[in-house]
């Protein structure tokens, strides 16, 4: 999972502690997290416009996105779309 981010956003800062415990749940999911702002070109080869984005990536390949701080959401697609992976 990309988390897209803006460190200058609050709903970047209120959903990190959210992403922090997902990883502590699903620790087989590879979590990585670009500033826009330092990574602007990332975000944009990703057709990132708003933040806070989480980009589901399995191979390599994009599989979903959500867009906005719905933490209800984030795991919900984690396990729609196989992410978990075994060790």
């Not at 620790?27 to 057709?47: G, I, R, S």
């Not at 994009?62 to 697609?77: F, N, T, Y």
Request: aromatic content about 6%; overall charge positive.
């Amino acid at each position: 999972m990309v988390h897209f981010i803006a460190s200058w956003r609050g709903t970047c800062r209120v959903i990190a502690p959210v992403l922090v415990d997902l990883a502590k749940k699903l620790p087989n999911v590879t979590y990585l997290k670009v500033d826009v702002d330092e990574l602007k070109t990332v975000a944009e080869e990703w057709n990132v416009e708003a933040m806070p984005t989480f980009i589901y990536l399995k191979e390599g390949k994009l599989i979903d996105k959500v867009v906005g701080a719905k933490k209800d959401e984030l795991q919900q697609r984690i396990v729609l779309t196989n992410l978990v992976h075994k060790v």
